[in-house]
Nanobody
Framework: QVQLAESGGGLVQAGDSLRLSCAAS????????IAWYRQAPGKEREWVAG????????RYADSVKGRFTISRDNAKNTVYLQMNNLKPEDAAVYYC???????????????????WGQGTQVTVSS
């Protein structure tokens, strides 16, 4: 099992950038695909972006494609989400979670996701 902790959220203006971090504990971090999710008040949790265990492949939700970049540094047990040109509709609590493969991460309701942290709040003012 891997435990994850998100950080880096904050209050920004539309058009600004933020970089979120997802730090892992445990020696098996590099074996997992990792994904970012977000949940806005009154909405279901949605998948945002995912990355394979070795960083060789990434996928993005259409709503963030071209603006967000997911990356990982396995030496630091950390996955990042660089968010550029933020929009008010990006405001949410952002979470990361782990799965055995990238495809599995794309379903935020699956029981095969693990390591959920407490989330980090991103607020975007217009």
């Amino acid at each position: 099992q891997v435990q994850l902790a998100e950080s880096g959220g904050g209050l920004v203006q539309a058009g600004d950038s933020l970089r979120l971090s997802c730090a892992a504990s445990g020696r098996v971090f590099s074996s997992y695909a990792i994904a970012w999710y977000r949940q806005a008040p009154g909405k279901e949790r949605e998948w945002v972006a995912g990355i394979t265990y070795n960083g060789g492949a990434t996928r993005y939700a259409d709503s963030v494609k071209g603006r967000f970049t997911i990356s990982r540094d396995n030496a630091k047990n950390t996955v990042y989400l660089q968010m550029n040109n933020l929009k008010p509709e990006d405001a949410a609590v952002y979470y990361c979670a782990a799965a055995m493969d990238l495809r599995t991460t794309m379903d935020p309701t699956t029981s095969q996701l693990s390591g959920w942290g407490q989330g980090t709040q991103v607020t975007v003012s217009s």
